[in-house]
């Protein structure tokens, strides 16, 4: 690492103003943040709108606080977690893993498209009583709503990510008597990491997406189901504090994902 008297004048001011705009651009973002929650509770308190539909952050926190003293909290968030975390994961690595053979295979690639193509455009919803006979109305049906939504959006990104890598370098390769797995993991595999960065941030979405909606679906447990059973019995505070439980882990997860992007740019 380089001590400040190694770079120029220009270059430390350059970084300053930098850090400057990163700091003033957190503060906004905070303050933003914070100018909606009040002028949602005011609004709520003065019942500018109606507190029974919109509900509000003070019940919200006491909502989230009751299910946490009822020990209900971290039961219904674990069990969203693991089902959208095992589902991801599936996802991940079998779309990578279907990407390569398509790359690998023109032949394969060609065959496969047309079906990926419309298994992508298929709303998953309308197999919802299929999953739920295949797979029971445990949580494996959870997890396989999770796989088949984020798995083709894997494979297609994966897929591109690999098909984009630079024809001149696979030509220079070949001509240096590279073999097609040196190709693969000397040049395709490092090239496409942008790509496999993009993948896991729109995956994150996905997960989230195709456990919660499995939840809809067929579920006991699970923040899906908080938010279902908060609109059954008209408990719109319920609701809105599942709602709002699920942004928060979401955020954390993509985070999470956007500090390995930090990492492997680093490292290049």
Known sequence: MKKNNEYTKEHLLYLKNLRNKNIFINVV????????ILIWELSATFEWVNPF??????????????LYTSGDLFYHVGTTLWETLAGFAIAVILGYSVALLLWWSEAFRKIAEPYIVVLNALPKIALGPLIII????GSEAIVFMTVLIGLIVAILNMLNGFM????NKILLLKSMGATKLQVLTKLVIPSSLPSFISMLKINVGMAWIGSIMGEYIV??????????????????????????????LAAIMYALVALLEKIVIKNR
């Open 29 to 36: 973002r905070f303050a933003v943040l914070a100018l909606l």
């Open 53 to 66: 539909i919109t509900s509000s952050p003070s019940r919200i926190a006491k909502t989230i606080a009751d």
């Open 134 to 137: 295949w797979c029971g109305t």
């Open 164 to 167: 984009a890598t630079d024809g």
């Open 219 to 248: 579920s006991k447990a699970g923040i899906g189901y908080l938010i279902v059973y908060g609109g059954q019995v008209f408990k719109l505070d319920l609701v809105m504090s599942a709602v709002i439980i699920l942004c928060i």
